[in-house]
T-cell receptor, first 114, second 113 residues
Framework: DAGVIQSPRHEVTEMGQEVTLRCKPI?????LFWYRQTMMRGLELLIY????????DSGMPEDRFSAKMPNASFSTLKIQPSEPRDSAVYFC????????????FGPGTRLTVT | SQQGEEDPQALSIQEGENATMNCSYK?????LQWYRQNSGRGLVHLIL?????REKHSGRLRVTLDTSKKSSSLLITASRAADTASYFC?????????????FGQGTTLQVKP
């Protein structure tokens, strides 16, 4: 398996623009996670899905952020409108099961909002 | 909110030396995991220790868990330059019923050749 795939790897956009980040989890994994990593706040869980259904979105910072998982092999994280404070590295991860199972991370998308 | 707190924040050692990193957490856990992150990359799972285990080994890695003190340590023996990375502990919730892992701020390890 190719592992978790994320695109784009880098995104530079202007404040106010819409940004869409994409993720393809490992085939057969039931859980998909979106994280954000910054120097100030570390690694934060934004939202996670189980079998394409959002389970916990309490980490989503604002209504400007939304995530979808239309099928088992694809998820998007959208920011509209983007702001400079959204600049961060966004990771997608997937896991086979709950609890004691490891999470497999993608390479991340480095987002810069100017 | 952060559950795990790593100590030290940064560590610099010579190749061949051992590196020890510590993690403290606040609430009850089902398991504790350690991940490595190389610069510009995603996190990679290293080892998992369950709440009923006290010690676990994997190659040059040794993890201990003390649930009474709510702490864990990661020991890397005979370090190599390739071990240079950030190391994070992550805790799963006590019930094990959620998929959530809470990550600490990480320890940045530099191994000098």
């Amino acid at each position: 398996d190719a592992g978790v795939i994320q695109s784009p790897r880098h995104e530079v956009t202007e404040m106010g623009q819409e940004v869409t980040l994409r993720c393809k989890p490992i085939s057969g994994h039931d859980y998909l996670f979106w994280y954000r990593q910054t120097m100030m706040r570390g690694l934060e869980l934004l939202i996670y899905f189980n079998n394409n259904v959002p389970i916990d979105d309490s980490g989503m910072p604002e209504d400007r952020f939304s995530a979808k998982m239309p099928n088992a092999s694809f998820s998007t994280l959208k920011i509209q409108p983007s702001e400079p404070r959204d600049s961060a590295v966004y990771f997608c991860a997937s896991s086979l099961r709950l609890g004691t199972y490891e999470q497999y991370f993608g390479p991340g998308t480095r987002l810069t909002v100017t | 909110s952060q559950q795990g707190e790593e100590d030290p924040q940064a560590l610099s050692i010579q190749e061949g030396e051992n590196a020890t990193m510590n993690c403290s957490y606040k609430t009850s856990i089902n398991n504790l995991q350690w991940y490595r992150q190389n610069s510009g990359r995603g996190l990679v799972h290293l080892i998992l220790i369950r709440s009923n285990e006290r010690e676990k080994h994997s190659g040059r890695l040794r993890v201990t868990l003390d649930t009474s003190k709510k702490s864990s340590s990661l020991l890397i023996t005979a370090s190599r330059a390739a071990d240079t990375a950030s190391y994070f502990c992550a805790t799963g919730d006590g019930s094990g019923n959620t998929g959530k892992l809470i990550f600490g701020q990480g320890t940045t390890l530099q191994v000098k050749p």
